[in-house]
């Protein structure tokens, strides 16, 4: 049964399964900082995004080789 189906929040601080509210105590916070936890949260996730975006353009890039010779 997952958390979604048991109605449990995971610790992270939503219902997405990640395993950590097995292994840690509910954290329980205001609405000011879910908000602020969410905020950082996305901050991070649009560094990850531009990463990944920054890797696929490289390796899409032609390979230039050189000639022998």
Known sequence: MSHEE???TCA???NCSCQTSDQT????L???EY???LEHYLVE?????ESV???LEEL???VLVMAKG
Do not use: F, H, W
């Open 6 to 8: 048991s109605g449990q």
């Open 30 to 32: 205001t609405r000011e």
């Open 53 to 55: 975006e920054s890797e």
């Open 45 to 49: 996730l649009k560094a990850e995004i």
């Open 25 to 28: 105590q509910n954290v329980y």
């Open 35 to 37: 908000i602020d936890r």
């Open 60 to 62: 899409k890039m032609p």
């Open 12 to 14: 992270c601080g939503g």
